[in-house]
């Protein structure tokens, strides 16, 4: 069994204590439907489950990815972007996966044991799989875990990893018996220890900060999974993976697997013209349209833990000021978004209100600002602005902003408008600027290059650690230019804390305080709805399962 991590931040230490995903999902039918709404749960996990001798040997399978990726390591902020977490994916593995429920597992295909050997200090042994090799034949032992920790704990800054958040409370990475045996000991306890365990880099990438940072902007990382990358097609957008002949595990019963960027608006088209074998429906009718043209195609849907947001820059301009921002909080209306973007998805609508957990986890609290446009004004009031006729003006220039979304996304383009449209009406004018799918990410997330920016962001099971890395200003993955010094301690009591409920607690205080300063503005949650063509075993909407890339497949005739 090989799962790799469907939302690579795991790999980037970007994890907490898992929160029981216990809250029923209603669903509603679709407004033309006369039916009244019966609220349903849904499963974790709906994707095709059969024993694996009915899964045919041999094959490929087709998917899209927003683009391709802008660089192959999954540690760096670039390497965790849409698509590049999935085509890094099959490729690599950790001792520890995720099971359906969210809990974390061995991996016996990298481990054979996994266990805390002591509480004070935290010291965590684990008996690596001795068959497993890179994809050169270099055995995978303690060195890489090593090299690993000293690349990503932030103690050299020629590094630059996307997060240093677990890394950084590892007091040592040692051999114990062999090396085959991993001991790491903590200087602090930790509560989120098996994020360390996820995936791991080979020793020579690790222990060379050029190599970590830019060797592999247009190659495929060493392979420590079932799949190696054998091709990557920048002109033809296609990533080709094939099975790792040195993989030590199941055979895969894939053949190959082919990553093809396509961008939102060509989806439905390339599902229905039998180009992809599979695409993610979200919050978009157009594509559930399209599917449902596909004879056979299943839809799939499950629980959630993504949120689409407004990412705003303040290094310069009006959102320098956090009461404009916390004005925006006020101004725009989440619920009226979430509305409209699950509209005729026949999804009830569940606005976001936390920068920490989702609202079908544990610990969920709202703590977003109520939407009230008279408080926005006295905020926009109080930060030196005056209602001039239809503009907000200080200092005899008008409060104007831009809001950039990737190119060719209805659902992206649709919620911009939204927002520009509520703004609007209280006199900010909004422009939206579209920038290139394929590098939206990088060029303009990354570097900056953006005043508010829309995008969706995937949740983890392990919420408290995963929002660590967007807001530490030294975080490679704070994209917003500020942060609130008092959350470097909050964020340590919470990683310090094995009470679940104080912990909780923390994490409250910690959304509390990102919510006082206002660095982004969470919109609403995203339906985790899925079309894949029929047959298709293994794959499809999951909340937080790993996917075994040995057992996806095709039925067997």
């Not at 043209?293 to 959630?304: E, F, K, N, T």
């Not at 000021?321 to 101004?331: F, K, N």
């Not at 408008?417 to 609007?424: K, T």
Request: hydrophobic share 45%.
């Amino acid at each position: 069994m090989s799962r790799a991590f469907g939302a690579m931040a795991l790999v980037a230490a970007v994890l907490a204590v898992a929160s029981g995903c216990t809250a029923d999902v209603p669903v509603e039918p679709s407004p033309s439907a006369s039916t009244p709404a019966e609220p349903i749960e849904l499963p974790a996990t709906d994707w095709l489950r059969v024993d694996r001798d009915e899964v045919a040997d041999g094959g490929d399978l087709r998917l899209a990815v927003p683009a391709l990726p802008t660089n192959y390591n999954p540690y760096l902020a670039d390497g965790l972007a849409p698509g590049a977490r999935d085509v890094i994916g099959p490729t690599t593995g950790g001792p520890l996966v995720f099971d359906e429920s969210g809990a974390t597992i061995v991996d016996e295909d990298y481990a054979t044991s996994v266990e805390v050997t002591s509480q004070a200090p935290l010291v965590v042994e684990a008996r690596l799989n001795p068959d497993a090799v890179w994809e050169d034949g270099t055995p995978i032992t303690v060195r890489d875990y090593i090299a690993t920790w000293q690349a990503l704990n932030g103690a050299d800054p020629a590094y630059r990893p996307a997060s240093t958040a677990g890394y950084e409370s590892v007091g040592s990475v040692a051999e114990g018996e062999d090396e085959y045996h991993l001991v790491m000991t903590f200087a602090a306890p930790y509560a989120d220890w098996p994020a360390l365990l996820t995936g791991v880099l080979k020793a020579s990438i690790a222990g060379d900060p050029a190599v970590f940072n830019e060797g592999f902007v247009e190659r495929g990382m060493p392979s420590s999974g079932p799949f190696v990358v054998t091709g990557i097609d920048v002109a033809g957008q296609v990533v080709t993976l094939e099975r790792n002949p040195l993989w030590w595990g199941e055979t895969p019963k894939l053949d190959r697997i082919l990553f093809r960027a396509v961008n939102e608006d060509g989806l439905g088209s390339s599902f229905s013209g039998d180009e992809i074998d599979a695409m993610r429906i979200s919050s978009n009718p157009d594509l559930a349209e399209a599917a449902e043209s596909v004879d056979g195609a299943a839809i799939q849907m499950a629980r959630g833990g993504g949120w689409t947001n407004v990412l705003l820059n303040t290094g310069a301009g009006p959102l320098a000021d956090s009461s404009v921002r916390e004005a925006l909080a006020a101004m725009i209306d989440r619920e009226q978004i979430a509305d409209v973007a699950d509209a005729g998805l026949g999804l009830a609508a569940v606005a976001q209100g936390s920068f920490i957990f989702s609202p079908d986890q544990d610990g969920y609290v709202d703590d977003a600002p109520a939407h009230d446009p008279d408080a926005g004004a006295n905020l926009l009031t109080a930060a030196g602005y005056s209602k001039e006729e239809d503009s907000w003006v200080k200092d005899g220039e008008a409060l104007e902003l831009t809001l950039t979304v990737p190119a060719d996304s209805a659902t992206e383009q649709r919620r911009a408008e939204q927002i520009r449209d509520q703004l609007g009406e209280f006199g900010i004018p909004v422009e939206i600027a579209s920038a290139p799918a394929a590098t939206f990410f990088r060029d303009t997330v990354i570097a900056g290059d953006f005043e508010m920016a829309t995008f969706s962001r995937a949740g983890s099971p392990f919420p408290i650690s995963s929002s660590e890395a967007f807001f530490p200003l030294a975080s490679a993955s704070d994209f917003t230019g500020t942060t609130d010094a008092a959350l470097g301690e909050l964020y340590d009591r919470a990683a310090a804390e094995v009470d679940a409920a104080a912990r909780t607690e923390i994490a409250n205080d910690i959304d509390r305080a990102i919510w006082a300063y206002v660095p982004m503005l969470p919109l609403a949650t995203i339906p985790n709805v899925w079309a894949v063509r029929e047959g298709l075993v293994g794959y499809g909407a999951a909340e937080y399962e790993s996917i075994d890339w040995t057992s996806v497949g095709w039925i067997a005739a």
